[in-house]
């Protein structure tokens, strides 16, 4: 008995002894993780895919920030953003074609997933011909035409219905060339930078209907006179209509008092037997052997 009394004073010793901290319940100390980085800049949509110097291009995407840099491969771009995930920005004129990886870097630096680009070769614009028409007669510089457009370069060839024909290269927006020897009619002109990469064909007229510029008195022997039909476009083959009447020709008899000589595709002599050497007015009209018919023109002579 003697010893269940002094244990329990021991206990009531040891409970009224310990610290209060000991009788409840310590509070668990937490570290918060550390705030996930915002996500790149991402990329959704690129139009257009591809595109020329000079051209403009719309990125679609997410997270580009309220600052960020477009990237071409290693040249940075100027751009515009709007809403932190539209982008907006022209190719710049000095890039060579190829293919680029096609970036953004926002402000804090982080780089979105690269895409493949396609910088294509500018395209030449043929806008006009000066001239536009020229004579099937015309001889030498006559002959020389002057291609006007843009995106012209110092290897763009030109082509006269489909072949290529030697040009000069004058500026990115003229080229000059020499219209072949060739036979009348309408004809295509292309101005090609590549393979595949030409302008829209020209038309450039040669033109082959004769032109009467002037009727004058020439030669004159016994029994007839000469008459020189000046113009243009004439042909070896030229016949002349005289009040309805043909002279000359593919077919001319070399037994007819009156003929037709050709001198060159300007010049016609008309050897003239009038029966009468009182003046009158007549007709006169040049035809080539394709059909085609100058204006009419009135002389008056014997």
């Not at 139009?47 to 997410?62: D, H, N, S, T």
Request: aromatic share 8%; with cysteine.
């Amino acid at each position: 008995m003697k010893h269940a009394v002094s244990l329990i004073c021991l206990l009531l010793v040891c409970y009224f002894t310990v610290p209060d901290t000991l009788s409840a319940e310590q509070p668990l100390r937490t570290t918060s993780p550390p705030a996930a980085p915002p996500p790149g800049p991402s990329i959704l949509s690129i139009i257009p895919a591809q595109a020329e110097p000079g051209a403009k291009v719309v990125l679609f995407g997410a997270a580009f920030g309220d600052s960020a840099t477009v990237f071409l491969g290693s040249v940075e771009v100027q751009s515009s953003l709007a809403d932190g995930k539209r982008a907006e920005f022209r190719i710049p004129l000095q890039l060579e074609p190829g293919i680029y990886a096609l970036y953004i870097r926002r402000s804090d630096g982080a780089i979105g997933r690269p895409y493949n680009f396609t910088v294509m070769p500018l395209r030449p614009v043929l806008s006009a011909l000066s001239p536009d028409r020229v004579s099937s007669c015309a001889q030498g510089r006559e002959r020389d035409v002057i291609a006007q457009g843009q995106n012209f370069t110092n290897t763009s060839r030109l082509f006269f219905d489909g072949a290529a024909i030697r040009s000069e290269f004058v500026s990115s927006e003229a080229i000059t060339f020499n219209v072949p020897q060739v036979s009348g009619g309408l004809r295509q002109i292309q101005i090609r930078n590549g393979p595949d990469n030409s302008s829209v064909p020209v038309a450039l007229a040669l033109e082959t209907k004769p032109e009467v510029r002037q009727v004058i008195r020439g030669n004159e022997s016994v029994n007839y006179y000469e008459l020189v039909i000046q113009g243009n476009n004439f042909d070896v083959h030229s016949s002349l209509m005289v009040d309805g009447l043909q002279i000359g020709g593919k077919w001319q008899n070399p037994a007819e008092r009156e003929k037709l000589i050709y001198l060159d595709c300007t010049k016609l002599i008309y050897q003239r037997h009038p029966y009468s050497p009182v003046n009158k007015d007549f007709r006169l009209q040049v035809i080539n052997p394709g059909g085609e018919g100058s204006q009419v023109v009135t002389v008056t002579a014997p």
